[in-house]
């Protein structure tokens, strides 16, 4: 299966809002609320930061949302801090059985 | 709290075979399913497949099956990724992740070069 489209990057300024998209189709994100997206800095493991679409994990800054329209899931930084400074990656499942991530996103903080 | 202890970093050669494993502690370990999934230097995530920790059936994602094989020791909490017949293009970090829906807890990765 083909991994899910994500940019390759994005920017932005601290203080200002970034969304990264996630493009799949309707036999993945198109298809269930099962979209998670993680974060991973340089050298460590990531972390979940959303999951079915828009739930926040406990501990997860209210800054991270998250939202779906039909095959495009979508996460949204606001108030940009440099320490968001990390690749982001999405995922969905396909079927109960085969799972699909992203090819991942670098936000840089200017 | 959830804890996932991965083993350390491993050198070997081609044709060779390595064992990773994945030691959850803080939690009932035969209740969440445990993922594994692997980055290539610099690249990106690549999910290899899950094992059920209740019945011990793997399921692999394509082109993890062969020489890739998850198994599990539920006595002492382990998850074990086991890869023969390694190649250069084997290398890479190796995380163990917890979950079904979502992975909300990761091992911290572990290393494995592969080099002549």
């Known amino acids: 299966q083909s991994a899910l489209t994500q940019p390759a990057s994005v920017s932005g300024s601290p203080g200002q809002s970034i969304a990264i998209s996630c493009i799949g189709t309707?036999?993945?994100?198109?298809?269930?609320?099962?979209v998670s997206w993680y974060q991973q800095h340089p050298g460590k493991a990531p972390k979940l930061i959303l999951f079915d679409v828009s739930v926040r994990p406990s501990g997860v800054s209210d800054r991270f949302s998250g939202s779906k329209s039909g095959n495009t899931a979508s996460l949204t930084i606001s108030g940009l801090q440099p320490e968001d400074e990390a690749h982001y990656y999405c995922?969905?499942?396909?079927?109960?059985?085969?799972?699909?991530f992203g090819g991942g996103t670098k936000l840089t903080v200017l | 709290q959830v804890q996932l202890v991965q083993s350390g970093s491993e050198l070997k050669k081609p044709g060779a075979s390595v064992k990773v494993s994945c030691k959850g502690s803080?939690?009932?370990?035969?209740?969440?399913?445990i993922n594994w999934v692997r980055q290539a230097p610099g690249q990106g995530l690549e999910w290899m497949g899950w094992?059920?920790?209740?019945?011990?059936?793997?399921t692999y994602a394509q082109g993890f099956a062969g020489p890739f094989v998850f198994s599990l020791d539920t006595s002492v909490s382990t998850a074990y990724l086991q890869i023969s017949r390694l190649k250069a293009e084997d290398t890479a970090v190796y995380y163990c992740a917890r979950g079904g829906d979502c992975f909300d807890s990761w091992g911290q990765g572990t290393l494995v070069t592969v080099s002549s």
């Open positions: 309707s036999s993945d994100v198109g298809a269930n609320k099962y």
């Open positions: 803080g939690y009932t370990f035969t209740k969440h399913a």
């Open positions: 995922t969905s499942w396909i079927s109960s059985t085969n799972l699909v």
């Open positions: 094992i059920n920790t209740d019945t011990g059936k793997p």
